[in-house]
């Protein structure tokens, strides 16, 4: 059974970081790529970065600079750190096992001005 939870959201002001994890399980999680996304309030889920199996990442122009995705095949997690937050990154932030529909439950990012 597919498994993976978020964790790491919270409150920050403009300017902070953030960290986000995501622990998987039930499935060959070295072989996925993995991704992030958010969802903004009343705003379609949208892509923020992707990584492949062999390390290769891919960011959404909005993040780039700012963000790093990361795995530990190893260890079956996938990490989100986030750096200079700004308002417009308050979102809900989910996890997700590439070219499938599983998700995480998603952990909540506040960032306040």
């Known amino acids: 059974q597919v498994q993976l939870v978020e964790s790491g959201g919270g409150l920050v002001q403009t300017g902070g970081s953030l960290r986000l994890s995501c622990a998987a399980s039930?499935?060959?999680?070295?072989?996925?790529?993995m991704n992030w996304l958010r969802q903004l309030p009343r705003k379609e889920r949208e892509l923020v970065a992707s990584?492949?199996?062999?390390?290769?990442?891919n960011y959404a122009d909005f993040v780039k600079g700012r963000f790093t995705i990361s795995r530990d095949n190893a260890e079956r997690t996938l990490d989100l750190q986030m750096n200079n937050l700004t308002p417009e990154d308050t979102a809900n932030y989910y996890c997700?096992?590439?070219?499938?529909?599983?998700w995480g439950q998603g952990t909540h990012v506040t960032v306040s001005s």
């Open positions: 997700h096992m590439g070219g499938t529909g599983h």
């Open positions: 039930g499935f060959a999680f070295n072989m996925y790529t």
């Open positions: 990584i492949r199996p062999n390390g290769v990442t």
